[in-house]
């Protein structure tokens, strides 16, 4: 059983920033692929980033450009860096997780983006 545990969202003026953090638990996290999804109130949730075991990036349309995802495989960890803020990108966000068929998700963090 894989664990992730988020950190870093906070509450942040428009233009702000802020870097998520998402460690994960056990071994062989260098061969998961990782991304960061997000839900606001009423939306679904939806695919900000991912990164994949060999360091390819996607990123959403809406975040290109602002939002950098990364990871350092030697502390289990993926981040995502979060640069020139916007009040819609205030949501939930997510770390995910997935070995092969198995995934596994954080219990979010909540990121607040006043005007």
């Known amino acids: 059983q894989v664990q992730l545990v988020e950190s870093g969202g906070g509450l942040v003026q428009a233009g702000g920033s802020l870097r998520l953090s998402c460690v994960a638990s056990?071994?062989?996290?260098?061969?998961?692929?990782m991304g960061w999804y997000r839900q606001a109130p009423g939306k679904q949730r939806e695919l900000v980033a991912g990164?994949?075991?060999?360091?390819?990036?996607t990123y959403a349309d809406s975040v290109k450009g602002r939002f950098t995802i990364s990871r350092d495989n030697a502390k289990n960890t993926v981040y995502l860096q979060m640069n020139s803020l916007k009040p819609e990108d205030t949501a939930i966000y997510y770390c995910?997780?997935?070995?092969?068929?198995?995934?596994?998700w954080g219990q979010g963090a909540q990121v607040t983006v006043s005007s």
């Open positions: 995910d997780g997935r070995w092969g068929l198995q995934g596994y």
């Open positions: 056990g071994s062989l996290f260098s061969i998961a692929a």
């Open positions: 990164i994949i075991s060999g360091g390819s990036t």
